[in-house]
């Protein structure tokens, strides 16, 4: 199996950053896709940044230019750099790893919950 563990995340004032990490490891041959997502009270899981196999990323158009989303496939582990955080940014966020090979299928993460006071 594969099993992803989150970390960061916390209380933060509006303009401020967090990192948040999220490290997958089991019975990993390859891992495709990293992402991030957050489900605000009330709403539904979006996207809100995605990175390929390759680097390539892509964010969600109200992240984007302060969120960063970076991956390191030495430590199969994915990062989401939140700045200038907003409280509209206030949700559980989720990372999703992609894997493909023996053991593949799209894994969760824990969840970890980022707070952002008006």
């Known amino acids: 199996q594969v099993q992803l563990v989150q970390s960061g995340g916390g209380l933060v004032q509006p303009g401020g950053s967090l990192r948040l990490s999220c490290a997958a490891s089991?019975?990993?041959?390859?891992?495709?896709?990293m992402g991030w997502y957050r489900q605000a009270p009330g709403n539904q899981r979006e996207p809100v940044a995605t990175i390929s196999s390759g680097g390539s990323a892509n964010y969600a158009d109200s992240v984007k230019g302060r969120f960063t989303i970076s991956r390191d496939n030495t430590k199969n582990t994915v990062y989401l750099q939140m700045n200038s955080l907003k409280p509209e940014d206030t949700a559980v966020y989720y990372c999703?790893?992609?894997?493909?090979?023996?053991?593949?299928?799209?894994?969760w993460g824990q969840g970890t919950q980022v707070t952002v006071p008006s």
């Open positions: 999703k790893v992609s894997v493909v090979g023996g053991v593949s299928g799209d894994f």
């Open positions: 089991g019975s990993i041959s390859r891992i495709n896709s």
